[in-house]
């Protein structure tokens, strides 16, 4: 059973520009949640999509967007970015969302460095 | 705004010696508490996912309590091994508030065993 895949694995974009990244989860998977991990941070929720639905949101700006799919596969995109957006963009899948008992299953992850 | 905090930061042992850290967490809405292992450029992988207070898990050479009246975990490792050294991420899953839902991750302890 293939995991949590991230595309793209590192990417450079500069000031002002927007980027999406990409994750599919694990077959059978509905939740897909994006983490952003930076220096000194914990892993900070981003979202959490759930058959198509946003389902909770984390304390980011709007310019932190994402979408699900209809084949569970998510989407983030962020718009503007800013030299501080620079981090480590985890996507987590799961069987369901909200209130559940689950463990996450985790991707590798993108790292994005804005210049 | 939810403060899950790991102690200590850090941790260097030697091969064979048994270690432990503490994950603090809110003792009010308390839902789960998950243990995560991240290995260097490997993704975070769990370990446990805890919900009854007083719960103890076991894995190999690794076990974790939970006391969800005084909001606290302990994550041990007995007879650590090279193998071992990774970031142990604790995560508060809370049950009301606004964070209903969403895992409120530790910074981390990372632990390097020495051979």
Known sequence: ?115 | ILNVEQSPQSLHVQEGDSTNFTCSFPSSNFYALHWYRWETAKSPEALFVMTLNGDEKKKGRISATLNTKEGYSYLYIKGSQPEDSATYLCAFKSAGGTSYGKLTFGQGTILTVHP
Request: some cysteine; aromatic content about 12%; hydrophobic content about 30%.
């Open chain 1, 1 to 115: 059973k293939a995991g949590v895949t991230q595309t793209p694995r590192y990417l450079i974009k500069t000031r002002g520009q927007q980027v999406t990244l990409s994750c599919s989860p694990i077959s059978g998977h509905r939740s897909v949640s994006w983490y952003q991990q930076t220096p000194g941070q914990g892993l900070q929720f981003l979202f959490e999509y759930f058959s198509e639905t946003q389902r909770n949101k984390g304390n980011f700006p709007g310019r932190f967007s994402g979408r699900q799919f209809s084949n569970s596969r998510s989407e983030m995109n962020v718009s503007t970015l800013e030299l501080g957006d620079s981090a480590l963009y985890l996507c987590a899948s799961s069987l369901v969302a909200g209130l559940t008992n689950e463990k996450l299953f985790f991707g590798s992850g993108t790292q994005l460095s804005v210049l």
